[in-house]
């Protein structure tokens, strides 16, 4: 199975600040990884597919970039409802897998 | 809109089964293919199974391989997953959710299956 190690595992931001998740896949996977924002006691929701592609709906001061084995998530300016934990997804092979999480947490 | 609406879990004793439906509406169900993804409590997320749009193809998390069957009836818009031999780590929150473009499009709000 494909390894998705993300870091860091948890982040102290503020609002206003730049945050930046990565995610390192075991073996290439193109750009076929995804990115999603799960609040506590919610379901996920999508952030970005296609390694860079954000759905209708998601701000724009998400971003994702990266293909082959190494991935990133940014957040250019943090506001106060982007507090959640983040996890990235590939999509390459079965079985599919996520990474482990990253939290971000008010500094 | 789309909404997919899971049933409700419940607690279950070890080796023991459970049928969890997924109720979907909003688009075109038999054009989609439907995944599970579960999450142990305080844990992160695991997908389970996978099931595609037409029941041709079905895939499974190894550890349940041979223990939850994945189906779907397109003439009702649902999608099930039977588990059964039931064990404590598969106590989760499970999840169903819609195939998009190389994600998870949309999810349901999810339904805790406790095995204990």
């Known amino acids: 199975a494909i390894q998705l190690t993300q870091s860091p595992s948890s982040v102290s931001a503020s609002v206003g600040d730049r945050v930046t998740i990565t995610c390192r896949a075991s073996?290439?996977?193109?750009?076929?990884l995804a990115w999603y924002q799960q609040k506590p006691g919610k379901a996920p929701t999508l952030l970005i597919h296609d390694a860079s592609n954000l759905p209708g709906g998601v701000p724009s001061r998400f971003s994702g970039s990266g293909s082959g084995t190494d991935f990133t998530l940014t957040i250019s300016s943090l506001q106060p409802d982007d507090f959640a934990t983040y996890y990235c997804q590939q999509f390459n092979n079965y079985p599919l897998t996520f990474g482990g999480g990253t939290r971000v947490e008010i500094k | 809109q789309v909404h997919l609406v899971e049933s409700e879990g419940g607690v279950v004793q070890p080796g023991g089964s459970l049928r969890l439906s997924c109720a979907t509406s909003?688009?075109?169900?038999?054009?989609?293919?439907i995944h599970w993804v579960r999450q142990a409590p305080g844990k992160g997320l695991e997908w389970v199974a996978y099931?595609?749009?037409?029941?041709?193809?079905?895939f499974y998390l190894d550890s349940v391989k041979g223990r939850f069957t994945i189906s779907r009836d397109n003439s009702k818009n649902t999608v099930h997953l039977q588990l059964t031999s039931l064990r404590a780590e598969d106590t989760a929150i499970y999840y169903c959710a819609k195939g998009g473009v190389a994600s998870f499009e949309y999810w349901g709000q999810g339904t805790l299956v406790t095995v204990s």
């Open positions: 073996r290439d996977i193109t750009t076929d």
């Open positions: 909003g688009f075109t169900f038999s054009r989609y293919g």
């Open positions: 099931i595609r749009f037409d029941g041709s193809n079905k």
